[in-house]
């Protein structure tokens, strides 16, 4: 599967952005819904960090304390489409963000980026106080 991020951008402290993740397979058995997909990202100078994921279905999401209560992750998966809602951004939430997919995740692997295997491009976030 191919994942392209987008949706990325500058917003002040407190505000609001929208990210998409689109798949994209022409593996007829494994098509985006068969995906379980995940954001992370990566601040400069620092590791990269879970920030959500879905289930296939989107019948499970998951979320660190970080962000829980202000992002909201949702899937269509008509429109092959993942979207990550972020509210009451913060400057630490300056990073670059990323979508990965992969097939089998459970327990802890949602957490996991190793665990996923595609990823998209990055996609800049960029939060000013």
């Known amino acids: 599967v191919q994942l392209q991020a987008s949706g990325g951008g500058s917003v002040q402290a407190g505000g609001s952005l929208t990210l998409s993740c689109a798949g994209y397979t022409s593996d007829p058995e494994r098509t985006f819904d068969y995906w379980n997909v995940g954001w992370f990202r990566q601040a400069p100078g620092k590791e990269h960090d879970f920030v959500s994921a879905i289930s296939y279905s989107g019948k499970n999401t998951y979320y660190p304390d970080s962000v829980k209560g202000r992002f909201t992750i949702s899937r269509d998966n008509d429109k092959h489409t993942v979207s990550l809602r972020m509210n009451n951004l913060k400057p630490e939430d300056t990073a670059v963000y990323y979508c990965?997919?992969?097939?089998?995740?459970?327990?802890?692997?949602?957490?996991?980026?190793?665990?996923?295997?595609?990823w998209g491009q990055g996609t800049l976030v960029t939060v000013s106080s």
């Open positions: 990965g997919a992969a097939l089998a995740l459970f327990g802890s692997k949602w957490y996991n980026r190793s665990e996923y295997d595609y």
